[in-house]
Structures are given as structure tokens and as C-alpha cells.
């Protein structure tokens, strides 16, 4: 399978992640993409959370955010933020949380509330449900565009903790233990699987150098020992990518 897009092959990507059984707290977007493809896949009991309190949804048109109710149809269950963070997310039931973000430094903390330009701080959004997410799920998940100015050294504002200052530091802090953070981008997939809990690059996606990867990220990124190839999508999942999940293709 050659005829796939950036967008594609990183949902696709994101989705292998994800495995039968699971508890997903989504946000729109590639991540909902992917989680909906691993459902339609090989993880069929894969349980879907919107943070606004809707499990599991059957929708069938593409909503524009968490809020249109069109993406709550069909679901197995309706309740609030306080239901789905509180008696969901904070009980540890959640497995990954699938998150965005504004700027992903090395210990794989996010950012979405601003950013600083010629010495002003530019207020963007803020947390959401994102804070709560990362601490207490037990797996963290992120797509993101592969930018210097996105993948940085260290977040100008600290929204959604990853591993904070690396090493022990988050459990430190009192935050649960994350077992694991991975950052899927246009050009690679990055893990923080090692002592430091610093960013490494984990795969490179097929036609892209280590150079690339080198010019946009905003620190001396380093590789895998296990350094691979990305695995290309196969022919099913691209067609349920581009007839099922995303037929008016406003994220692939």
C-alpha cells in the first residue's frame, strides 16, 4: 500500500497503538480518527470516552467538537465531565488518554494554554479535561505536527505534565506513574523509554531522513538504539479511513 497520506499514515499509526478492551478518553480530531479506526478494526471492545461525559458513540456524521451533539449519537451512555473525569478517569480506569497540544517538550509535558512572542505571553486555550487526563490515565498518547517551534526543549507553560523534569520527577510530584507517552507526527514516532524519561525517536516514517527530524525539533533529539521504519498502512484500514470513519475527509 503506496497511496496514503501523511494524515492517514499517522492515524493509522496511532490506532495499532491502541488494543482490544481498553478505556480511550478522546479528543477530536486524528486521535478520535484513530481510536474509531482501531475499533472498526482489531479492537472491536474498545471502549471510546469523549471528556464531556459521552461513551461510546455511534455517530454518523462528523461533529466539529466534543460539544456538537451530532458526534453523540447512538451511545451506549450519557453522563458529565464530573461522571466521566471523576468516576471514570480518577477511579484509574482510564487506559490512554489521546491528547493534543500547542508545543510537546523532551519529558513529553504539553502545552495548550500559550505561548510567549517578543516578551508578551499569548493566551491560546488552556486545559480542558487535558490536565486531569494525563495525570491519571495510565498511558498517554499525543499527535502533533513535527515543528521546532512544537517539539521543544521545555513547554513555555506546563498544562498537561508528562514526566515533568524526567527521571522520578513526576511520582516526586505525587502524580500516579504513567507507564508510557508516545508522540505520533508527520514525520515520526517518538517514546520516552528509558531512565532519563526523555524523548527519543522510536520510528521514522518511510521517506523521511534523520536529518528532517534533526531541522525540526527544537533540541538535539536523540534516536533508538531499535531505531525502525514505520510500518506502512494496509489496504483495509485505508479503506475504512476514507469510507467509514472519515467519508468527507476533514481530518485525513
Known amino acids: ?43 472491536p471492545s474498545l471502549n471510546i470516552i469523549f471528556e464531556i461525559g459521552v461513551v461510546n458513540p455511534e455517530s454518523v456524521d462528523t461533529g466539529v467538537g466534543i460539544a ?54 499569548r493566551h491560546i486555550n488552556g486545559s480542558g479535561g487535558a490536565a486531569d487526563i494525563a495525570s491519571y490515565a495510565k498511558k498517554i498518547f499525543a499527535i502533533a505536527k513535527h515543528q521546532n517551534r512544537k517539539i ?27 507507564k508510557d507517552i508516545r508522540i505520533i507526527t508527520n514525520l515520526c514516532v517518538m517514546n520516552f523509554n528509558n531512565e532519563q524519561r526523555e524523548m527519543q525517536i522510536e520510528s521514522i516514517h518511510p521517506g523521511v531522513t534523520k536529518e528532517q527530524i534533526t531541522e525540526n525539533t527544537g533540541f538535539g533529539i536523540k534516536f533508538s538504539e531499535s531505531l525502525r521504519e514505520t510500518d506502512l498502512p494496509n489496504d483495509n484500514e485505508i479503506y475504512l479511513l476514507r469510507n467509514v470513519i472519515d467519508p468527507k475527509k476533514l481530518y485525513i
Open 68 to 121: 456538537d451533539p451530532r458526534l453523540w449519537y447512538g451511545s451506549n451512555y450519557f453522563t458529565s465531565f464530573v461522571g466521566s473525569l471523576g468516576s471514570i478517569l480518577h477511579r484509574g480506569l482510564v487506559d490512554v488518554g489521546f491528547l493534543g497540544g500547542l508545543q510537546i517538550d523532551k519529558f513529553g509535558n504539553i502545552n495548550s494554554t500559550g505561548v510567549y512572542e517578543k516578551d508578551r505571553f
Open 152 to 178: 521543544v526543549d521545555l513547554v513555555d507553560f506546563i498544562t498537561t505534565a508528562g514526566y515533568l523534569k524526567g527521571g522520578t520527577s513526576r511520582e516526586d510530584a505525587g502524580l500516579p506513574k504513567c
Open 1 to 43: 500500500m503506496n497511496n496514503y497520506t501523511t494524515n492517514e499514515l499517522m492515524a493509522v499509526t496511532a490506532s495499532r497503538m491502541l488494543e482490544d478492551g481498553q478505556n480511550i478518553v478522546v479528543g477530536l480530531g486524528l486521535p478520535q480518527v484513530a481510536t474509531l479506526l482501531a475499533k472498526n478494526s482489531h479492537a
